[in-house]
């Protein structure tokens, strides 16, 4: 993609979210949703703009026309705006999944379901949605179907705006995504994990991995209930501390994840990519236990060299997709 393409679509939304947020006195990034959803419609659709702003809002969409664009383009020019508008906000959960993470994740998932035709994927913390439509986007050919979940009504609506300018079927949920969910079982479940504990303590009761005392942690929670929800056989791809199963209560965790699922592989992500340590990453691959699925004979484990090494990296591609054709099928 031709870095003008993106400062372009870029600078359309950037643009038009701050002509919007000075009319409608409103935060940058309801400001973002208003100007998406314009985008979309091919119409300036709030009623309280004045003449003149509707005028200067149809010029500056009328500079790029969305029919032009490749999803992923889309996707990245709204991505930077949403970055921008999380900076003023500096919410603590208005995280987003660093870019090449959540292509490798939609990687990741096209070589678990390559026999696959047709998928419904689930993000249980879905955000503002770029993870899921990262995902997506990667899985060419196959007939998709993408949930998403969020407590946040603000990152609901950006990920409703983002899957619509991007053609994706994803039906959202603006609720507590430890609560009942009105879904089907899932083939997929991406997530970048909630770190951090869950202040519903009576919620909490309902999960195994509830803490015995004080609050429980969000991403054992989180793990537990993708689970629930996920088919037998079914995958799920976590973005997860590398601490985690160092934590006082991991052998609760890890007891749950014998029981209901095969540990396929754990990918520890580049140290480079972390300015602390403590805050380094790994992605954790889950089969869910059902008909035919074996452990593999060996984990996928590895650590992940830096994204721009392109040469280490496709050594590593190269190793990784030696396993899925060899390891992975012999028991």
């Known amino acids: 993609m031709s870095i003008t393409k993106l400062e372009n679509t ?3 939304f950037d643009t038009t979210a701050q002509i919007l947020q ?3 006195e409103c935060t940058y990034l309801e400001a973002l949703a208003e100007t998406a959803e314009n985008i979309f419609h091919e119409d ?3 009623d309280e703009v004045s003449e003149v702003t509707k005028r200067r809002l149809e010029k500056e969409y009328s500079k790029l026309k969305l029919k032009s664009l490749e999803k992923e383009e889309i996707r990245k020019g709204f991505q930077l705006a949403i970055l921008k508008g999380m900076k003023d906000a500096a919410q603590v959960n208005h995280q987003m999944t660093p870019d090449a993470i959540a292509i490798f994740m939609g990687y990741l998932v096209g070589k678990f379901t390559a026999d ?3 998928l419904s994927i689930l993000d249980p913390a879905v955000g503002t949605g770029n993870l899921l439509t990262a995902v997506l986007n990667q899985l060419n050919g196959k007939k998709l179907q993408g949930y998403g979940i969020d407590v946040d009504d603000l990152l609901v609506k950006l990920a ?4 619509n300018l991007q053609e994706q079927a994803i039906s959202l949920f603006n609720q507590d995504s430890l609560s009942n969910l009105y879904l089907e079982p899932v083939d997929v479940v991406v997530s970048d994990l909630p770190v951090g504990y869950y202040p519903n303590d009576v919620n909490a009761e309902n999960f195994t991995l509830k803490a015995t005392e004080g609050h429980s942690y969000a991403h054992y929670l989180f793990i537990e209930q993708s689970l629930k929800y996920t088919k037998s056989g079914g995958v799920l791809l976590f973005l997860i501390p590398n601490s985690m199963f160092e934590d006082e209560e991991a052998p609760q965790l890890n007891k749950l994840i014998k029981e209901e699922a095969y540990i396929q592989g754990m990918l520890q992500l580049p140290p480079s990519m972390f300015q602390n ?3 380094a990453k790994s992605i954790l691959l889950l089969q869910k236990k059902g008909i ?4 593999p004979k060996e984990a996928l484990l590895a650590t992940l060299p830096s994204f721009s090494n392109i040469q280490a990296m496709e050594k590593m ?3 990784i997709n030696t396993w899925f054709s060899e390891g992975k099928k012999k028991k």
């Open 277 to 279: 340590s403590k805050h």
């Open 160 to 163: 409703y705006n983002n899957a």
């Open 22 to 24: 000075e009319e409608l």
């Open 317 to 319: 591609m190269s190793q």
């Open 44 to 46: 300036v659709i709030q």
């Open 292 to 295: 035919g699925v074996e452990q």
């Open 10 to 12: 870029f600078s359309l």
């Open 116 to 118: 696959q035709s047709q």
